[in-house]
């Protein structure tokens, strides 16, 4: 088992996390190890450390979901500032994330406009999201403060800004256009196939194109996901300045 795994079920078996969050890491361990057996992606993580050269960077968790992304995170950089953002107040990130210094919850959206909005409570947490998503009948809709990137770190200079928002992510870059100008990697979901999942969705093309003014290039690209044929359907891909 890579380190960064061992180590973080370790972690959370000693913190007496809920199955529910073990089962999440068993998934994203066995994901991770298809794909290095098969050599097609390497560990971002690792990337985001070679590409800092620092061991306090300030980092953005949008879509922060249960906390485990942020945990990772803190793994490899443990003297990380890490702002999470998650609207789904039922989730436990706060008691997962409690026992970490330097870590700041919000439970807001992550949006262009500073409004409330619906938000859509899927069976599958991860899958919630401002959209509402096409292939999912069982949705329990919320009301949630969004909130702009820039109306809080518009001056903020930023080392990792994390996005995962069930096809909301481009809404929160236009958002973000301030904080983008001192920010040094956008790790992103993206699709490769229009209005898939909620039918609002942008490509990793759009995504590209709003952020190479900037001076963000392509880095590499992980977890990538397939439709039936057989096409590239989604992935998280790394945007890095230079």
């Not at 995962?164 to 973000?176: H, S």
Request: with cysteine.
């Amino acid at each position: 088992m890579p380190s960064i795994y061992r180590r973080a079920f370790i972690h959370l078996c000693k913190k007496n996390f809920k199955p529910s969050l073990l089962k999440k890491l068993a998934w994203w361990y066995s994901f991770y190890a298809i794909n290095q057996k098969k050599k097609i992606q390497k560990n971002e993580f690792e990337a985001m450390k070679n590409i800092l050269q620092k061991e306090n960077p300030f980092i953005i968790d949008g879509g922060a979901n249960v906390g485990l992304y942020t945990l990772f995170l803190k793994l490899y950089f443990p003297d990380a500032m890490v702002h999470c953002f998650e609207p789904n107040t039922s989730l436990p990130i706060e008691e997962n994330l409690n026992h970490l210094d330097n870590i700041n919850i919000t439970f807001m959206a992550l949006g262009n406009e500073n409004k409330m909005v619906d938000f859509y409570v899927n069976d599958y947490d991860a899958a919630s999201s401002v959209f509402v998503r096409k292939t999912q009948t069982n949705q329990k809709k919320i009301r949630v403060p969004m909130v702009t990137i820039d109306s809080i770190f518009s001056e903020q200079e930023i080392d990792i800004l994390k996005l995962d928002l069930e096809g909301f992510d481009y809404q929160a870059l236009l958002g973000a256009k301030e904080t983008l100008k001192h920010t040094k990697i956008v790790f992103i979901e993206v699709e490769f196939q229009p209005d898939f999942w909620y039918g609002q969705e942008k490509t990793i093309f759009d995504v590209q194109k709003l952020l190479e003014p900037y001076g963000f290039r392509l880095h590499s690209i992980y977890d990538m996901g397939f439709n039936e044929k057989g096409e590239i359907q989604t992935s998280n891909a790394m945007f890095v300045k230079y």
